[in-house]
């Protein structure tokens, strides 16, 4: 095999990967659908060798899981998992935080402050949709400015967990003004440059997601 032909080969696998994982945050599969060899390569229009290791992939990261006599399916992220979730991201959102309160300059300032002015707009016209994907978007930030490669995988892992959640647990737009007024705390935390207080900040935003979560399960 030439290295022309495996680079080209690796490039196929990494956009039947892309494009699988895209289909099951976008929604286009629903959690339980199976993700036989033969189905994701005729969907993907790819032989059989990307589509198994695309399929294996989406495994490791969550979003598919193996059953019993079916094989690979779209996973269900319950609430029980969710709440799990959580648990971790409360921790390493904090993390992200406190390194990025050491980095941040007034120009990352104003970007942040920019995000939640937009943010803040979509609130108060109730866009549920704009809300989620401008929250989305300040989390990343922060993770960018944190300057470390293995948190920002490990949270963008289970960002996308909680993405595929989406489909199954129900959404209420209520905490959508609460969101912006914590995001505001943190980013005023991070304009400090105090890691305590900015760690803080951000451990305490994914806490309170926590527990409306954990008490919703309760109920539930």
């Known amino acids: 095999m030439t290295t022309e032909t495996s680079n080209q080969e690796r490039g196929l696998a990494e956009r039947a990967y892309l494009t699988l994982r895209a289909a099951i945050l976008e929604h286009e599969l629903a959690p339980g659908t199976r993700l036989s060899v033969p189905n994701v390569a005729e969907r993907l229009g790819v032989s059989r060798s990307p589509a198994r290791e695309a399929i294996a992939r989406i495994t490791y990261e969550g979003l598919a899981h193996f059953e019993p006599n079916k094989g690979a399916v779209v996973a269900d992220v319950d609430a029980a998992s969710l709440v799990e979730i959580y648990e971790v991201r409360e921790a390493l959102e904090g993390l992200a935080c406190r390194l990025a309160s050491r980095r941040m300059s007034p120009q990352d300032v104003d970007g942040l402050r920019d995000l939640l002015a937009q943010h803040a707009a979509a609130v108060e016209a109730g866009d549920v949709e704009t809300h989620y ?6 989390h990343a930030r922060i993770r960018e400015l944190a300057g470390n490669t293995r948190l920002t995988t490990q949270l963008e892992l289970l960002q996308r967990q909680i993405r595929l959640a989406m489909y199954t647990t129900h959404r209420s737009p209520g905490g959508m003004p609460q969101a912006v007024t914590e995001h505001r705390r943190i980013v005023d935390a991070l304009e400090s440059g105090d ?13 309170r997601l926590l527990r409306d979560l954990s008490a919703a399960e309760r109920v539930g």
């Open 133 to 138: 994907k401008l929250d989305m978007r300040f």
């Open 195 to 207: 890691p305590v207080l900015a760690e803080a900040a951000g451990r305490s935003h994914i806490g």
